[in-house]
């Protein structure tokens, strides 16, 4: 399957992602990734930052003595993790479509990067792309916001408010198309106010039809882990999908 461009929404706000988001989902779960996809891996061990947005994930993994390879579709966010990950070889490609020579131990795909794979079909397409680049027994962990979470977060709206930029937020879920959408007005000042609008979309999957497609993408040994009722996190419905080759 061939997609027209790599996906580059959080381009616009790269700097807001690097500086707000990109490090919150590592301080809160790092844990729960060594505890899971990390935990039978050796010092030194190929990982695959998946979605590594601005690179926080992939520093941390590189510090604790893990050969990382990190991979984006978007160019800013790229920028970032250049600067936060210096010592990990990072690869502008887009989740549905790479592919890359080299096998790894385990392959990390994390914040519910994959909400925003619009559709099954492209999510089974990377599902094939992870198991094509793993290792026999290789380790494949991702999480995804499910109705419960998506009910418990993505509503109302949110500001971040600083002499020289503000962010305003509106999300809103419909569970009757299952789709998420955040709409985002960012302000930056140099000289002036230039105002850049964002529209972010996640979709919501059934945990069922996950199952179904890491089955037919024959990954094995598939294990669920409920963020807030199995790691006692305060993220309800966010669940982890731990898998093998």
Not at 138 to 158: C, I, P, T, V, Y
Not at 211 to 224: C, E, G, I, P, Y
Not at 225 to 242: H, I
Request: one cysteine or more; charged letters at 25%.
């Amino acid at each position: 399957m061939l997609f027209a461009a790599r996906y580059s929404d959080y381009d616009p706000i790269a700097w807001f992602y690097n500086r707000y988001w990109g490090n919150a989902f590592v301080t809160q779960f790092y844990d729960v990734i060594e505890r899971t996809a990390l935990a039978r891996l050796a010092k030194g061990a190929t990982v695959l930052d998946l979605c590594c947005g601005s690179g926080q994930l992939a520093a941390r993994l590189s510090a604790d003595g893990f050969r990382v390879t990190g991979l984006d579709g978007s160019a800013g966010l790229l920028r970032f993790a250049r600067e936060n990950a210096p010592a990990v070889e990072l690869v502008a490609g887009d989740a549905r479509s790479f592919t890359i020579i080299e096998k790894f131990d385990a392959v990390l795909c994390t914040y519910d990067s994959l909400n925003h794979v619009p559709d099954l079909m492209q999510l089974a397409s990377v599902f094939n792309n992870v198991y094509a680049c793993l290792r026999k027994e290789g380790q494949f962990l991702f999480d995804l916001n499910m109705e419960e979470g998506f009910k418990a977060r993505w509503h109302g709206a949110s500001s971040v408010i600083e002499p020289d930029h503000v962010l305003a937020t509106n999300a809103s879920y419909d569970s009757a198309s299952r789709q998420a959408t955040m709409a985002i007005a960012a302000f930056t000042f140099e000289k002036r106010w230039k105002r850049t609008d964002v529209r972010l979309v996640e979709r919501c999957y059934p945990r069922e039809d996950i199952m179904a497609r890491l089955s037919k993408s024959l990954f094995r040994n598939v294990k669920t882990f409920d963020a807030q009722r199995d790691f006692a996190k305060a993220d309800a419905g966010r669940t982890f999908f731990l898998s093998n080759k």
